[in-house]
């Protein structure tokens, strides 16, 4: 008769949420590196704002676009960063885009 492995109880909230919606579902675990990816590029545009001391609209005016277009690049569940529009924001910012491929976190 072959062993079964016994999953291990846990009391940590983020491990039952991951297996109770992520575990084993490759579809879910790509929608969620795709969240974290677009998650992250917010937050270093933000951070890198801030850094410069520049509001929505000073910057938008040095890339040559809206407030509203960097208020959308800043919001975390947005997903059209257009590595064109980052280039961008990042020689206004006087910075270079840097684009790295890094293992997932997880697998299921």
């Not at 490759?26 to 410069?52: H, K, T, W």
């Not at 990042?90 to 491929?101: D, G, M, S, Y």
Request: no cysteine; aromatic share 4%; glycine share 4%.
């Amino acid at each position: 008769m072959a062993k079964t492995k016994k999953k291990q109880r846990t009391s940590d909230a983020v491990e039952i949420l991951f297996r109770r919606h992520f575990h084993n579902r490759r579809d879910r675990l790509v929608e969620l590196e795709n969240e974290r990816a677009s998650a992250e590029v917010a937050r270093q545009l933000y951070g890198l704002r801030i850094e410069a001391g520049l509001s929505q609209s000073r910057l938008a005016k040095l890339v040559g676009t809206t407030a509203s277009v960097i208020s959308r690049l800043e919001d975390a569940d947005y997903e059209g960063h257009s590595l064109s529009m980052l280039r961008r924001i990042a020689r206004a910012l006087k910075k270079r885009v840097e684009i790295r491929f890094v293992p997932v976190r997880r697998t299921g």
